[in-house]
C-alpha cells in the first residue's frame, strides 16, 4: 500500500489553495497514476483537478485557439476549428497512445508526460531522472531509444509526447497560473535540457497550474502534417516523429516550422532547417540541404544511428507531401 489524501477542487482558486505539502494535481491521470504504481514517484496528497472548469476550445481573433488545459484529447482531435485551422495538431493527437486513453488524458497533462525510458520505469535500475546522481543506464545499456539531439550523460531519455512536438513547432504558448501569479511560456522555453538537470522536465514551479495553450495563427494558405514512425502500427511511441508547417509562395518558401520528436530529452525544434528553408525554393534539393543542416547536429550513439536516416527521409516526405498539396490548391 502507498497510502495518500485525495482532495478534489472545486475551481481554480481552490486548486491553488490545495497545492503544497507535497500535493500533486491529478487530471487524467493516464500517466501519473502509472507512475504511482510503479513507485516512480510517490505523492502525499491527490489533488483532482477534473471539476475545475478549464475544458473549452475558444477562437481568438486572427484565427487562433485558446485550449483549455482539460480539454481530452479525443475532443480536441476532433474540433472542427483546430481541424481546419491546426491539422498538424489533430494528426498528432490522434497518433498518441488508444482511443481509450485519449478520451481520459488532457492537454495540460500531456504537456507533463514524462519519459518512457524503461530504465526510468524500472525502480530496481539507478536512473538520475527518477533518483539525482544515481546515474544513466542507458548509457552502456539498451539503447536504440535514446536521444540523438542535445545528448548529455546525465540522461539519454527522449521526450514521449506527439502532441508537444506539434506545439513546439507552432509556437504554441502555455498559460499558467501560481503562487507568483500568472504567467505565459513559449512551448519552446517550458522544457529543460537534460543537462540542465533531468530530474525535472519543465521550468513550471512547485504549485504551478496549467490553465490554457494558446495556438497562435498561421498565416493564410499555410499546410501542416505530423507524421511518426513506430515499431508496431499503433499504441507505440514515436522511435522518431515529424511535425511541419509549410507556407509556400510562387514556389518559394515565406515560413517554415519544424518540429522533431522521439530525438531529445525535450520536444525539438528544428530552428537551423527552418532558418535554411525560409527563402528558397520548395523543392526536393532545398530540402534535402535544409534537413541535413540539422542532422549535421545530431550525435547518435552506437545503438541508435539508424534513427538519423528515418529522420531524414520522415522529414523529407512531410516536405514534399506539404509541397505537393499547396501546389495542388
Known amino acids: 500500500m502507498r497510502p495518500f489524501v485525495y482532495e478534489r477542487a472545486t475551481d ?47 477562437e481568438l481573433p486572427g484565427g487562433g485557439l485558446r485550449v483549455g488545459a482539460l480539454v481530452r484529447n479525443s475532443d480536441l482531435a476532433a474540433h472542427p476549428a483546430l481541424r481546419r485551422g491546426f491539422p498538424v495538431v489533430a494528426q498528432a493527437l490522434l497518433a498518441g497512445a488508444s482511443g481509450q486513453l485519449r478520451n481520459m488524458a488532457t492537454t495540460g497533462g500531456n504537456l507533463l508526460q514524462r519519459t ?42 527522449v521526450h514521449p509526447s506527439d502532441l508537444c512536438v506539434a506545439l513546439v513547432a507552432l509556437d504554441a504558448v502555455v498559460r499558467t497560473t501560481g503562487p507568483a501569479g500568472d504567467r505565459e511560456i513559449p512551448m519552446t522555453e517550458l522544457y529543460r535540457r537534460a543537462e540542465d538537470g533531468p530530474e525535472t522536465d519543465t521550468h513550471l514551479v512547485p504549485g504551478e497550474l496549467i490553465t490554457h495553450v494558446d495556438l497562435p495563427p498561421l498565416a493564410p494558405g499555410t499546410r501542416s502534417a505530423y507524421r511518426k514512425v513506430r515499431e508496431r502500427a499503433s499504441y507505440a511511441f514515436a522511435l522518431v516523429s515529424v511535425a511541419a508547417a509549410l507556407d509556400v509562395v510562387d514556389g518559394r518558401v515565406r515560413d517554415a516550422r519544424l518540429g522533431f520528436g522521439g530525438v531529445c530529452h525535450r520536444p525539438f525544434r528544428a530552428r537551423r532547417a527552418e532558418e535554411a528553408l525560409v527563402g528558397g525554393p520548395a523543392d526536393a534539393a532545398a530540402f534535402a540541404a535544409a534537413i541535413d543542416a540539422e542532422l549535421a547536429h545530431a550525435r547518435p550513439g552506437r545503438d541508435n544511428a539508424a534513427k538519423v536516416p528515418i529522420l531524414r527521409n520522415t522529414a523529407l516526405a512531410v516536405l514534399a507531401g506539404l509541397a505537393d498539396e499547396g501546389a495542388r490548391s
Open 116 to 157: 518512457r525510458c524503461v530504465y526510468f520505469q524500472d525502480v530496481t535500475m539507478p536512473c538520475t531522472k527518477r533518483d539525482p546522481g544515481s546515474g544513466c543506464s542507458a548509457l552502456e545499456g539498451y539503447a536504440a531509444g535514446n536521444a540523438i539531439f542535445e545528448t548529455s550523460p546525465r540522461c539519454m531519455a
Open 12 to 58: 481554480v482558486a481552490d486548486a491553488l489553495d490545495r497545492a503544497g505539502d507535497g500535493a500533486v494535481f491529478l487530471a487524467g491521470g493516464t500517466n501519473l497514476v502509472d507512475h504511482l504504481r510503479l513507485g516512480v514517484r510517490s505523492a502525499e496528497r491527490l489533488v483532482d483537478i477534473t471539476r475545475i472548469g478549464l475544458d473549452e476550445v475558444e
